[in-house]
């Protein structure tokens, strides 16, 4: 059956209709209270005041369960759980004050209607109202009041104890599109800095890096454990960008991209985090979010469309599940990047805009009316450097939008844009159905990390403007300028991806004895903390990978941890002298 809404997302909005009802129940139980307490003391009418209080406990029992279903069914309407965009805004006591009336009036409607089989006194209806208001209003108040603690508290945190330093950064898919960026900015910032990445589309965007004292390259496939354990060894931190990237290139093979995107991901952080690698950054993105007419943040339910966003899904439940001790795996979810990058992409719909406009003097919307929020490639980069560098309690197991508010936008909205800095383009627009559409707020990482971008989409079509008038580029059709049209048009590319995944290791060739034996000498060697043994082990490790068991003893002999073999059940072997 299908999983309409994430199990951490249904018992959040479970917990707050449950609080809400809580306390529309006892304004109204308190209502009749104090009704009561009014009429045996100051009204003093003929009832007896034990018959009388039965008569307005009767009351409350016979109405609470009737308007439980009503606010219930009010409150959600007008957003309060799916965060709708009237109870997102800055109108937002409003639209709690005008759901509690509206539930009270619909209220106060069937009560009349019913008169003649329930009786409740009309004043204690009022009173209601005016707890319920103070309740619910209070309460969220209040909420918002704490958070502003915390937040307190996390930048003291943050500045008195900054956690592990992280030196040495390991950015997968550093040669790409944001990793490029990525990577000057950290060698700029003086961090180590070792890329893994298969240069699938070449060397060119960190060729420049090369000379770069703080700069690593390991050429290989982040599908392969030991290409892995060597690019994680003495890394502080992972930045995962490695991915098949967009809805059309990873549409060409979904068995690829599942491998890739999230079975790959998986296996990198388990190997981190055996590593000891403190801080793990993961490039998700808010298309995640699906088609929605809300304003989203990050607690808002996921309905990814494509099968690029339910991988990024999938593999945001795989690392929030691996949060524990030192290890802190942080969620980023990216908004549509726009920008030059030293890896050009013309498959981005800004920069495909601005090129079109440019180069063929046209502007193609498609659609128009659906939302994206938009957010600069170096403002990305900036977003990544402020995840490694804030404290683990900040960002342990969170997950941030990557943003501005100020940057949805509606694609209609492009092309006058576009237009105004190119006067000699046409804008055209042509009927098409984009199921895709979000609106996404980034309160979050602005409040936690102080995320300020820098960039906005003008300065994003100026970038590509330049990029033609300089000569940078000069056709955006070019296939490595398009994730989708370089897989799907160059036969290399999709050669050497599926041939390095028949390259994964297979753990057959080892006995389940042999493998009882390695995992438990692998766990004794990071229980002991010895800098010397876990180096030994990353070399028996690609030994026994590889299927030579002896080799991995061999190779840790001297140590103590290695046990004794058993005639029964494991067969001797000989160590190297």
């Known amino acids: 059956m299908k999983r309409w809404w994430p199990h951490g997302v249904k018992f959040e909005i479970a917990v707050r209709i449950i609080a809400d009802m809580i306390m529309v129940n006892a304004a109204l139980l308190i209502s009749v209270i104090l009704r009561y307490v009014w009429r045996v003391s100051v009204a003093r009418g003929p009832m007896e005041d034990e018959v009388a209080l039965q008569v307005f406990l009767q009351a409350y029992l016979s109405t609470f369960l009737l308007l439980t279903l009503i606010s219930s069914a009010v409150f959600y309407a007008s957003g309060f759980y799916t965060r709708g965009r009237f109870y997102q805004g800055r109108y937002k006591l409003l639209a709690m004050a005008q759901a509690v009336s509206v539930s009270y009036l619909i209220f106060g409607l069937m009560l009349f209607f019913l008169r003649d089989l329930i009786e409740f006194p009309r004043t204690a209806i009022v009173l209601a109202w005016v707890l319920t208001l103070c309740f619910v209003i209070g309460a969220r108040l209040w909420i918002m009041l704490w958070m502003q603690v915390l937040r307190a508290e996390r930048r003291l945190v943050t500045s008195e104890a900054p956690g592990i330093a992280v030196e040495t950064v390991l950015v997968i898919g550093g040669a790409g599109y944001i990793g490029s960026v990525l990577v000057e900015r950290l060698l700029a910032l003086g961090y180590k800095t070792r890329v893994l990445d298969m240069l699938l589309y070449g060397d060119a965007p960190i060729r420049s890096f090369y000379e770069h004292p703080n700069f690593e390259l390991i050429r290989g496939d982040f599908r392969h454990i030991d290409t892995v354990v060597a690019a994680v060894k003495g890394a502080d931190a992972i930045v995962h960008l490695g991915a098949i990237v967009g809805d059309s290139a990873c549409s060409i093979d979904p068995d690829l991209t599942i491998e890739i995107n999230l079975q790959a991901t998986r296996t990198i952080a388990e190997v981190g985090k055996g590593f000891g690698v403190s801080r793990f950054i993961f490039a998700s993105t808010c298309s995640v979010y699906g088609a929605s007419d809300e304003i989203l943040d990050e607690h808002s339910m996921l309905q990814p469309i494509s099968l690029y966003a339910r991988t990024k899904v999938e593999s945001e439940k795989v690392l929030l599940g691996l949060a524990e001790g030192s290890f802190t795996p942080t969620i980023l979810r990216f908004g549509t990047i726009y920008g030059f990058s030293h890896r050009p992409r013309f498959d981005l719909v800004v920069n495909l805009l601005a090129a079109k406009a440019v180069q063929e003097g046209e502007v193609g919307i498609f659609g128009g009316a659906q939302w994206r929020p938009f957010v600069h490639v170096r403002d990305v980069a900036e977003a990544i450097v402020l995840a490694l560098r804030a404290s683990p309690f900040s960002v342990r197991g969170e997950i941030f939008n990557v943003g501005s508010n100020e940057q949805n936008y509606q694609i209609s909205e492009l092309g006058p844009l576009i237009k105004e800095m190119v006067p000699e383009a046409r804008v055209v627009t042509q009927p098409k159905e984009d199921n895709r559409n979000y609106r996404v707020r980034f309160d979050k990482i602005h409040n936690v990390l102080d995320f300020r971008p820098r960039y906005t989409v003008r300065d994003g079509v100026r970038e590509i403007i330049d990029a033609y008038a300089s000569g940078v580029i000069q056709d955006y059709r070019d296939p490595c300028c398009s994730n989708a049209a370089y897989l799907n048009g160059s036969g290399k590319a999709a050669q050497v991806l ?48 590889l299927g030579d068991v002896d080799g991995f003893l061999n190779t840790i002999a001297d140590s103590e941890l290695v046990p004794e073999p058993e005639a029964a059940s494991v067969p001797e072997r000989r160590f190297a002298s």
Do not use: C, H
């Open 498 to 545: 599926a041939e390095n995944g028949k390259k994964s290791w297979n753990w057959i060739k080892l006995s389940p004895e042999d493998a009882l034996m390695i995992t438990s000498i692998t766990r004794a060697v990071f229980e002991s903390r010895s800098r010397e043994l876990q180096d030994r082990l990353y070399t028996g490790l690609t030994r026994a990978i």
